[in-house]
DNA sequence: TTGTAGGCGTTATCAT
DNA sequence: ATGATAACGCCTACAA
């Protein structure tokens, strides 16, 4: 590899001066500047990062440890978020996967502070408690997607309850007057938050109970959670007869839009459907297409990467949690 | 951040000794060794890589410039693959998007090369030919999900022939004699690897021409591509009259099958569906489920570092292209 | 405006 | 079995 000093040889002067034009130091001779980066370019000289890494003290390396977030076809947005980001503040971002049988979170996090990472960022999946281990402690971690429920951490979760309040007061608004929720795991933070957003809503244009209905569409047994959204559904609508449908998830809209086809009920005139995530091309794919609330990831990658870099600056460490909005993605389906 | 020096105050050794121990030099005193170890667990000492880096030759860093892979959902499972073999083979990768509106690959592959990748991988959201700069030639390459059309490079693809052979094949033997194809973009490279592996099957068959159709499903206006599935498909099965239908990805399906809920058709049934890709969960969600030909993804991310690492480990450049075998996965759908 | 000396944390060499 | 000493490529401080 080219080093410096071959640099300097070529260009005839002495390896701090070639060091101060590829640092940008203005002090140097406009003449002996160019003779400089003529050389090079002809050795192709790339400065050596580690070296550079030694001496200085930041090594412009942020760690992301992602559990199973690369695994789930959504939320790898939050990687690239992260990645364009630290790409415009001029740092690495330097991945690790967590699988289920892969190193621990310890064991990565030890690989980031062999790269003298600045700071870490924790990812998860889906929206969920996590318990860090205590060793995070001891850089600057920042959790998206998730929240230690614990210890008061730097985080950044998704508004599910501003995005299922949101989608529920559009519903209304446009006149639907009985609304069925086919909600995902009761279990699971999201499905909680959202809830909350929905009966908020109903309860500001005063709903009563017997107008509303919640179901689960998704059974867990033995830690396996399957999807039953069509017998639900189709209970649901036989017996409570809704005008509009509130699903969990896309793939959940995506299986009611079977049933509606089957009994021959047509989505955004006899019937009104909304959905979460805003997954990929399945909205537009369905026709009509469907009106769905995204999951602010690739924001949220970024946020976690403004945030980190805020607290490897300041030394203050803030650890509120910031909920990122979601916007509604309208279109036919209501 | 603590040193190697400290860790050797802290246990009474000079620092060379504990550089032995960090590096599993046998040639320590057993004594001397547990001394070390507390040292460095008290002090949480952590080996800088920056600074081994510079010393040693080897980096163990493989670069990994993904063009858009991250944004394709299926894609990411190369990145994945790719993550899991190197962290097995003690490799890190690094990894660097490449958007439409985002630094060129030349800016990339100078990044890697700063950080003195021994190897850079390059990969592509999906199969098709890819012209890299000269640049990537300074160094060992591996192009994955990809080819170069002029330069022969080490590279690595799925077998999109073999796996419309084979799935076309099951579908002959299992008695189907009507079989429709609604292919992709025909200028894709994915789209004529199949329809070739498609042709193969029938002859070998003996079914006429008059009893197999071929169709495309994406229309291309102005490089926007847009599906006209669901009209091409009620066609076909007005027409046509087809006993099987082979689709070019999933979302094909999963259009089709709403086609054919429709028109009342119950397919693996009245009719035999086939698909390509094996997406995430949309296989599993239909009703029956989906058989789909599944992309090899991650292991065609683990291939490319395994193939980069033998090219850094060898230094003899060979350039073949692997065509990374396709599984079918069996559902009820045919 | 430029160059020299010293040091960053590690590994390699060669004594001891 | 252990430890000085040099070297890696670069940056900082200071001197010229």
């Avoid at 559990?67 to 690495?92: F, N, Y």
């Avoid at 309860?203 to 039953?228: A, C, K, M, P």
């Avoid at 870099?309 to 203050?316: A, L, N, S």
Wanted: hydrophobic share 40%.
């Amino acid at each position: 590899m080219v080093t410096i000093k071959q640099v300097a040889k070529r260009a005839g002067v002495s390896f701090k001066t070639v060091s101060r034009v590829v640092n940008n130091d203005p002090t140097v001779k406009a003449e002996n500047r160019e003779k400089i980066l003529a050389a090079i370019e002809e050795l192709g000289y790339q400065p050596n990062l580690a070296a550079r890494m030694v001496r200085k003290k930041n090594s412009d390396v942020i760690g992301f440890i992602s559990d199973e977030i690369s695994t789930t076809p959504s939320s790898v947005d939050i990687l690239r978020g992260a990645q364009d980001r630290a790409w415009e503040l001029g740092k690495t971002l330097m991945v690790f996967n967590l699988d289920h049988k892969k190193p621990t979170p310890i064991k990565l996090l030890e690989e980031c502070r062999q790269h003298r990472a600045e700071g870490v960022i924790y990812g998860a999946m889906y929206h969920q408690p996590v318990e860090l281990p205590e060793t995070f402690d001891k850089q600057p971690t920042v959790m998206v997607n998730c929240f230690d429920p614990n210890v008061e951490r730097a985080s950044i979760v998704p508004d599910d309850q501003q995005a299922a309040y949101d989608v529920t007061m559009q519903l209304l608004n446009k006149g639907y007057k009985r609304i069925a929720f086919l909600n995902l795991n009761p279990e699971i933070v999201a499905a909680k938050l959202r809830l909350a957003g929905f009966e908020q809503a109903l309860q500001e244009f005063n709903i009563e109970q017997s107008n509303y209905l919640v179901e689960t569409v998704e059974r867990v047994i033995d830690g396996h959670t399957s999807d039953v959204t069509r017998e639900v559904a189709e209970r649901v609508i036989e017996e409570f007869k809704p005008d509009a449908i509130l699903c969990g998830k896309d793939l959940v809209a995506l299986r009611l839009y079977f049933v509606l086809e089957h009994k021959g009920l047509r989505v955004g005139q006899d019937i009104g459907v909304a959905s979460f995530d805003d997954w990929d091309c399945i909205p537009q794919l369905l026709v009509p297409a469907l009106s769905s609330v995204a999951l602010p990831y690739y924001q949220m990658g970024r946020a976690a990467v403004s945030r980190i870099v805020e607290m490897v600056g300041d030394k203050q460490v803030s650890t509120h949690i910031d909920r990122v909005k979601c916007q509604i993605s309208s279109r036919e389906s209501f």
